[in-house]
């Protein structure tokens, strides 16, 4: 499938997929953009690189997560249940408790060698779970002690809409790279739109507008850079943009041509009169009236007014 204009440069969403991105990796939907879809494509790639995948779920069911893979994949997943009991009302299972992520260290002994761990999803521990103990349970993942099976990345599923910007701004500040999801295609199978934020080991922030497509085999196909794209090239800061104000377009320019700012010279103030004008203002006849005030109506429990503040 081919997109108009054409693609140019790196595309930064399939290294994110092959595991460019170390860290915290967020994949921020919404409503009308699912992301299932993307942290299954994830997981896929993760078992095809030879990592061990533990997919923890708490939205849907482990049958529902892995229901679109194919079984060689599937059964090469590893799960934590978060979903049958989230919050130990039962007293036992296999499955993880929503309290489990704030303990010492995150949720328990992870598996030896590398990892890709699948969060399904993050807004549903933040909505349950005190923020600042859940961001520090996510960086005792990402840095455990010595001994205890690193995990060497961190996908989490976040719904946007979900939450506040500070919280938001708060994460992505955390996150090594972020993919923003875009709006569904209105024809089944067409291009996805996703903005794509990636933190450089050197602090260079680099963002990229990219086309891609899922395949029926939950794979991800990246298209393209899309045309115009207000994001090339890479910035320096420290956290990472709201994805929203990258993707919504502007409605008035950042910037002034020569032209434009001599236009804009020329055109005077409101407020501002000739002197023509003023002497004109000044010399009309006119005259001042006043009118007495009505005396206020009386009020028999309060006759001097002294309570009307």
């Known amino acids: 499938m081919t997109l108009p204009?054409?693609?140019?440069?790196?595309?930064?969403?399939?290294?994110?997929?092959?595991?460019?991105?170390e860290g915290l990796v967020l994949v921020r939907d919404s409503t009308v953009c699912e992301g299932r879809s993307l942290l299954r494509a994830f997981?896929?790639?993760?078992?095809?690189?030879?990592?061990?995948?533990?997919?923890?779920?708490?939205?849907?069911?482990?049958e529902q997560f892995g229901a679109r893979l194919s079984p060689d994949i599937g059964?090469?997943?590893?799960?934590?249940?978060?979903?049958?009991?989230?919050?130990?009302?039962?007293g036992g299972g296999p499955g993880i408790r929503a309290g489990d992520f704030v303990g010492q260290g995150g949720p328990g002994r992870l598996p030896e060698g590398p990892l890709t761990l699948l969060l399904d999803s993050l807004s549903w521990l933040l909505l349950r779970l005190p923020p600042p103990r859940l961001c520090q349970a996510l960086q005792a993942l990402l840095r455990p002690p010595r001994g205890t099976g690193p995990a060497t990345r961190v996908v989490a599923l976040l719904h946007g809409d979900l939450h506040s910007p500070g919280?938001?701004?708060?994460?992505?500040?955390?996150?090594?790279?972020?993919?923003?999801?875009?709006?569904?295609?209105?024809?089944?199978?067409?291009?996805?739109?996703?903005?794509?934020?990636?933190?450089?080991?050197?602090?260079?922030?680099?963002a990229k507008d990219e086309y891609f497509c899922l395949l029926?085999?939950?794979?991800?196909?990246?298209?393209?850079?899309?045309?115009?794209?207000?994001l090339p090239g890479a910035r320096?800061?420290?956290?990472?943009?709201?994805?929203?104000?990258?993707?919504?377009?502007?409605?008035?320019?950042?910037?002034?041509?020569?032209?434009?700012?001599?236009?804009?010279?020329?055109v005077p103030p409101p407020y501002a009169f000739s002197t023509h004008k003023q002497s004109a203002l000044l010399q009309m006849?006119?005259?001042?009236?006043?009118?007495?005030?009505?005396?206020?109506?009386?009020?028999?429990?309060?006759?001097?007014?002294?309570?009307?503040?």
């Open 43 to 62: 997981a896929m790639a993760a078992v095809r690189r030879g990592e061990c995948v533990l997919v923890v779920p708490f939205d849907v069911s482990p």
């Open 216 to 230: 029926p085999d939950c794979s991800l196909q990246v298209l393209g850079e899309v045309p115009g794209s207000p």
């Open 5 to 21: 204009g054409g693609a140019g440069g790196a595309a930064m969403l399939a290294a994110v997929l092959a595991g460019g991105a």
């Open 167 to 206: 919280l938001l701004a708060a994460l992505m500040a955390q996150a090594g790279a972020v993919v923003a999801l875009g709006p569904v295609p209105p024809l089944p199978g067409g291009p996805r739109h996703a903005t794509v934020l990636s933190r450089s080991r050197g602090g260079v922030l680099n």
């Open 236 to 266: 320096r800061g420290g956290g990472l943009p709201p994805p929203q104000a990258l993707l919504s377009p502007l409605t008035f320019n950042l910037r002034l041509s020569a032209a434009e700012r001599a236009a804009r010279a020329a």
């Open 75 to 90: 059964a090469q997943l590893l799960y934590w249940d978060g979903f049958s009991d989230p919050l130990g009302w039962s």
């Open 285 to 309: 006849p006119g005259t001042l009236s006043a009118a007495p005030e009505e005396p206020d109506t009386p009020d028999p429990e309060d006759p001097d007014d002294d309570l009307d503040v």
